[in-house]
């Protein structure tokens, strides 16, 4: 069973780094064709793609995002980390890991966590 | 970035109606398409992927098709759950999802 879980602060002042850390157990992220990204939500807004990291370390991030962003894993944890630097209310989401799967050819998002609500605030 | 454009935004329709989103993409994106569904307060969940394969365990009255840039999610049949939030999403160059449609019912 693919299990995917949040885990961060949930309130962060402006300016500060977010620092979220995805903890999945089910699956490997080194093997072939995996993957791992990160999507947020902004309260009763659409999803938003932040980044990805792949079994083979590849990195690939959100081109409005990128210079604040980045991915990174830790495979001998099972983990994902996701940084956010320079944190502005417009950053208040819901972040959600999901696993990404290579299958007809395109990655697709099949198995996701719970999110969690994270609050940009002084 | 290729974006997608969904429509409509919501809807409102009656049990056992046949129900179509369609979503446009700014450029050509063959068939890497993707689609959710998300109820509130929950995670998306993964219905079609490549435009037009049904996901494991997702109920066959949803179906999808499309190729290039306009694509198409249908539900044959709505039924009470089904009432959620639906997200196209591109992945032929870094992801880029839809702005949701909202089916709720009648």
């Known amino acids: 069973q693919v299990t995917l879980r949040e885990s961060g602060p949930a309130l962060v002042k402006p300016t500060q780094t977010l620092t979220l850390t995805c903890t999945f157990s089910?699956?490997?992220?080194?093997?072939?064709?995996?993957?791992v990204s990160w999507v947020r939500q902004p309260p009763g807004k659409a999803l938003e793609w932040l980044a990805r990291?792949?079994?083979?370390?590849?990195?690939f991030y959100n081109t409005s995002l990128k210079t604040r962003l980045s991915i990174s894993k830790d495979a001998s944890k099972d983990q994902v980390i996701l940084t956010l630097a320079t944190m502005d209310a417009a950053d208040t989401a819901t972040y959600y890991c999901?696993?990404?799967?290579?299958?007809?050819?395109?990655?697709?998002?099949?198995?996701w966590g719970q999110g969690t609500l994270v609050t940009v605030s002084s | 970035d290729i974006q997608m454009t969904q429509s409509p935004s919501s809807l409102s329709a009656t049990v056992g109606d046949r129900v179509t989103i369609t979503c446009r993409a700014s450029q050509g994106v063959a068939d890497y398409v993707n689609w959710y569904q998300q109820k509130p307060g929950k995670a998306p969940r993964l219905l079609i992927y490549?435009?037009?394969n049904l996901q494991s365990g997702v109920p066959s009255r949803f179906s999808g098709s499309g190729s290039g840039t306009d694509f198409t999610l249908t539900i044959s049949g709505l039924q009470p759950e089904d009432s959620a939030t639906y997200y196209c999403?591109?992945?032929?160059?870094?992801?880029?999802f839809g702005g949701g449609t909202k089916v709720e019912i009648k």
């Open positions: 089910g699956f490997s992220l080194s093997t072939t064709a995996m993957c």
């Open positions: 990291i792949d079994w083979d370390d590849d990195k």
């Open positions: 999403q591109q992945t032929y160059t870094n992801p880029f």
């Open positions: 490549a435009a037009s």
């Open positions: 999901a696993r990404g799967v290579m299958i007809a050819g395109v990655i697709a998002l099949d198995s």
